[in-house]
């Protein structure tokens, strides 16, 4: 129970990608899979008892101002799943980035069924500059996605000075 695999490439495994076995009808609860990547998408295979493992990706953005591409400091990302769920908020540091990444699960797998958390809508903001809204099937890692913020302030005119013949003493 409470299994963590991270960071795993599998290649060239025969069988099976991932397999999980109990004894005795035991119980394997809440295995996790962060980054983990076999060739085979469904090629995770249970043997006895009651199996369940989540399957989640790293996820950091890279916010930018569009009109100099400098990076934005303070920008706020919001990821939502599909059932509309808020899942993650977080500002930027001064790179544009987050300090670390994010864990979205792309599915839960209960033993029979996969409940499909994907795909996440992640929003970009900031005070006085758009907003980038982006829909995301996370199925592999997203590290420095790009997002860009349009300056959305009106610009401001000043009268400096007017000439005579613009006053009409009638």
């Given at each position: 129970n409470n299994n963590v695999f991270r960071n795993i490439l599998i290649n060239n495994s025969g069988h099976s990608d991932?397999?999980?076995e109990t004894t005795g009808g035991g119980v394997s609860l809440n295995n996790t899979l962060i980054n983990v990547t076999y060739p085979k998408a469904d090629n995770v295979s249970q043997l006895g008892g009651v199996i369940t493992y989540i399957r989640k990706w790293y996820f950091s953005p890279q916010v930018n101002f569009t009109h100099n591409g400098t990076a934005v400091s303070g920008a706020n990302i919001t990821a939502w799943n599909i059932m509309e769920t808020e899942k993650n908020t977080e500002l930027t540091n001064n790179d544009g980035q987050f300090t670390t990444n994010w864990e979205l699960i792309e599915y839960i797998y209960d033993g029979t069924v996969k409940e499909y958390q994907t795909n996440y809508?992640?929003?970009a903001t900031k005070d006085g500059w758009g907003t980038d809204s982006q829909e995301i099937n996370l199925t592999t890692n997203y590290i420095n996605h790009q997002f860009n913020l349009d300056?959305?302030?009106p610009p401001t005119c000043t009268l400096i000075s007017r000439t005579p013949t613009d006053i009409n003493d009638s």
């Open positions: 991932f397999r999980v809508t992640f929003n300056d959305i302030t």
